[in-house]
Structure formats: structure tokens, C-alpha cells
């Protein structure tokens, strides 16, 4: 079983763990995440986007921060970590620090800033894939959430070296940020249930696309 834990340290440092545990013996075994290339501050200085995001692959431990791009993995055989850059093309790759972490300006550093989701893998393609959102502007007079719903989606693809193999923005105002999407043997399933895609149907009606890469 492999799950993630955040430890705080002297001075509230934070430092993230992923704990691998053995069910028949219940040794543990504990592989401690590196910080952020840009940023090692990054529980206090970002909001929301303040912890990363933590996928695995047979012998992999592959995670990112939502202030970057870059990519990062543990080889659980050695214990070996390397860093691979996954900058886009098309948005920054880098998150401004929050100045005063309260819910209005977390609220609005949400919104006018890039978010990096987390590492998507299929094994049947041996690829890899990453949604990130770029900013939006933000004005007083509009709901948050709809200011969020209306950010502009990419889809990156990697190889198994990490490698940049394909990116492109995604239809507008047609897929939910909110985490819908998943691997499926063809390539990427991403759900059609954003806030401006068919409201009228109401939650009683599901629709889906599947991305098939032709890589």
C-alpha cells in the first residue's frame, strides 16, 4: 500500500513523504519527496497549490508541484531521483507566490495563475499525461467559480524518458477542471461537465470523450 503523509519539522518546514507499506510483514518503507526546483517554500507561499501531486508506475514514484512545470520521480528499486523538465509552450510555467494568505487573495491567486494537475499514466501506451489550466482575469463583479470554469485547458503528453511528445490547448468551456478525468485503455477519458457545456441537461446526464494520441 502506498500513501502520501506531510511532516512538520523545525522551523514549520513541511517535508512530503509517500510511506510504501508492506501488508503480509508490515515493515514501511519511507521515500521523502524533493521540493520544488523553484520554490522550497511552497506550503506557506501558494494558497491553494500548496502540496504536490503524487502518481505511481510500476517501479515509479512521479510527482509535481501545481506551481510548476517540471516533473519529478523516486526510483523505489535504488531509491535514485531525478527531475525532468515538462515546460508548455502555450502558458507559464511558473506560479506567483500568494502575498497575504487569506480566502479572498487565495481565492484570486487561484484563478490568475497556471495550475499543473498531476500525472496521469497508462501503461497499456507507456505514456504519460498532464492537464494544466492557464490564469484567468479576475474581476469582483463575476462568481469565482465561474471565473475558474472558464480557464483555458491544455493536454501534455509524455513519453516514458518524460520526454514532450504532444500539447495542445483543449475546447473551451467544455471539460470540468474539478479532477475528471482518468486513463482508459484507448488514452485519456475527460468528462463533459463543465459549468458552461450543456447546464440545461442537468446532473442526471453523463458525457464523456475519449482522447486516443496518435503519437
Known amino acids: 500500500m502506498l500513501y502520501t503523509t506531510t511532516t512538520i519539522k523545525k522551523n514549520d518546514n513541511i517535508q512530503f513523504q509517500v510511506h510504501e507499506y508492506f501488508l503480509n510483514d508490515k515493515n514501511l518503507k519511507i521515500y521523502e519527496l524533493s521540493g520544488s526546483d523553484y520554490d522550497t517554500d511552497i506550503w506557506s507561499s501558494y494558497g ?103 480557464k483555458d485547458m491544455y493536454l501534455m503528453i509524455f513519453n516514458s524518458k518524460f520526454e514532450v511528445v504532444y500539447e495542445s490547448k483543449l475546447p473551451s468551456n467544455r471539460y470540468s477542471i474539478i479532477m475528471s478525468w482518468c486513463t482508459v485503455k484507448e488514452g485519456l477519458l475527460m468528462m463533459v461537465n463543465n459549468c458552461f457545456f450543456n447546464a440545461e441537461t442537468g446532473e442526471d446526464t453523463i458525457t464523456f470523450d475519449i482522447l486516443e494520441p496518435q503519437i
Open 48 to 150: 491553494w497549490k500548496n502540496a504536490p501531486n503524487v502518481t505511481f508506475s510500476d517501479d515509479l514514484i512521479i510527482y509535481n508541484y501545481p506551481i510548476e512545470s517540471n516533473i519529478y520521480t523516486i526510483n523505489m528499486n535504488d531509491n535514485s531521483k531525478q527531475t525532468h523538465g515538462g515546460k508548455s509552450k502555450n502558458t507559464k510555467n511558473i506560479v506567483h507566490r500568494l502575498p497575504k494568505n487569506t480566502v479572498l487573495n487565495a481565492e484570486r491567486h487561484k484563478i490568475e495563475n497556471v495550475h499543473f494537475f498531476e500525472i496521469a499514466y497508462n501503461p497499456l501506451l507507456n505514456l504519460y499525461f498532464r492537464i494544466h489550466v492557464d490564469r484567468n482575469d479576475y474581476t469582483h463583479d463575476i462568481d469565482p467559480f465561474y471565473l475558474f470554469c472558464k
